[in-house]
């Protein structure tokens, strides 16, 4: 079977922003963790899917040093 699904070296976290979604929030400098993946190949193509699946979040992604 072939899929067009690759998996790339490195882990990526992603986290969402606490109450981003409540405009003028005063506890927007919390991050809360949502998951690891390694199914894309920078952050911002992981944060770009993260908001495919909740738009009116604000998302933060980086590189796993685990």
């Known amino acids: 079977m072939r899929t067009d699904f690759k998996v790339y070296q ?4 992603v ?3 606490q109450n981003s ?3 003028d929030s005063e506890h927007t400098k919390g991050l809360d963790y949502l998951w690891s993946t390694n199914a894309y190949r920078t952050c911002r193509e992981a944060v770009q899917a993260a908001k495919q699946w909740r738009p009116d979040f604000s998302y933060v ?3 796993a040093k685990d």
Not at 10 to 13: A, G, T
């Open 10 to 13: 490195r882990k990526i976290h």
């Open 61 to 63: 992604a980086n590189f």
């Open 15 to 17: 986290w969402v922003r």
């Open 21 to 23: 979604n409540i405009p």
